[in-house]
């Protein structure tokens, strides 16, 4: 596995090559001039997710893993990086 972490335009050249996403979505309304795309659910589906309550001053989150749906891969049902099965 290969982590990719950055901003926005790191996401948009990686994204095509993931085939999973962990996401932090903190459940707040903050001031900024960049989001994350809505990731598409007919091609992404969520696998776990651990919710965490407000507390002492910091905003409730969520960390998430998002796992794409193997038909929706741009390499098709296999990952990049998978060996395809032996004949």
């Given at each position: 596995y290969v982590s990719v972490i950055g901003g926005a335009e790191i996401f948009a050249l990686f994204e095509p090559l993931a085939t999973a996403v962990e996401l932090t979505e903190v459940h707040a309304d903050v001031e900024g001039d960049t989001m994350m795309p809505?990731?598409?659910?007919?091609?992404?589906?969520?696998?776990?997710?651990?919710?965490?309550?407000?507390?002492?001053?910091?905003?409730?989150?969520?960390?998430?893993?998002?796992?794409?749906?193997?038909?929706?891969?741009?390499?098709?049902?296999?990952?990049?990086?998978?060996?395809?099965?032996?004949?």
């Open positions: 809505r990731f598409d659910p007919a091609a992404w589906q969520e696998e776990a997710r651990v919710d965490h309550s407000a507390e002492n001053g910091r905003a409730a989150f969520s960390f998430i893993r998002l796992e794409r749906t193997p038909h929706r891969h741009p390499g098709g049902s296999r990952g990049p990086g998978t060996p395809a099965a032996p004949d």
